[in-house]
């Protein structure tokens, strides 16, 4: 067990493209996706000990610790393994709650990351994605941290590479409820399956958009604001939406004109995650 605090990157997603193809009879959504990553992160601060306990600090408010994803994520890792270390985790939450760019299954992802290195349990990353995702559809690709396309119900992953260009994204105030959009008589189902290459040609679209705009006029008012100045999309369920820049200097001249009733970041489209890369500077420094 490492016993120094170390600093880990819990960064967001997006999904460049959204498309469902079909329901099942189970109730979940057929779809294929392009996730890529952005170098805006969380942060999480780790020290292992041997109490066996797990940790939060501070606490985020409405949450009980019970229910947040990142001690889920740590217990279930210790449950799985049998181990018998603690640790303690302090939270820089930058990344906006229930904003569709995956916060909390990001949070879960570097908890099992961090904790399989620092708890010395040399799982895969095949195992701590089959354990990541029963805490959240999204946790597999945080884990594996790398850019992918995704069909079926979000678990068949293939590697991608799409463009790393700059985003302006903006966190409308409103809270959206995924279920409450896959549930939603009038969404799209029946969008025809497309090879990658097929999708990569093609304009970029989000199923969900048309809904989520009709039900949600301050999503609707900051989209179409963005549609003034660039190509722009729902990310996932939303609430976050987002604009595509060549450069950082485009990005940067639009960002300055968010209206002042709005939450906005410029971020950088990443297809290898800050994880990953964190992860591989602290195996270096320890010589593994």
Known sequence: ??????????????????????????GY??????????????????TPNQSGKITLYPDIPGVKTEDNLIWKAATLLQQHTQ????????????????????GGSSNAATVLVALNFLWDLHLSNEILADLGVKLGADVPIFVYGFSAFAEGIGEKLQHATPKELWYVLIKPKVSI????????????RNTPKQSLSALLEASYENDCEKIVRSVYPEVDYQLS????????RLT?????????FNSKKDAQ???SLIPDNATGFIARGMNTSPLNRQLEEYKSLCNI
């Open 225 to 232: 604001w963005l549609l003034e100045y660039a190509p722009s």
């Open 29 to 46: 959504h057929e779809l294929q996706t392009l996730f890529q990553f952005i170098d805006l992160c969380d942060y999480l601060t780790i």
């Open 83 to 102: 181990c018998s270390f603690g640790a303690h985790i302090e939270i820089e939450k930058i990344l906006p709650m229930g904003g569709g760019i995956g």
């Open 236 to 244: 996932g369920t939303g609430a976050c939406v987002f604009a595509e």
């Open 1 to 26: 067990m490492i016993k120094t605090s170390t600093r880990w990157p819990s960064p967001a997603k997006l999904n460049l493209f959204l498309y469902i193809n079909g329901q099942q009879e189970n």
């Open 177 to 188: 409820s995924t279920v409450d959009v896959f549930t939603h008589p009038e969404l799209t």
């Open 253 to 255: 001249v639009v960002y």
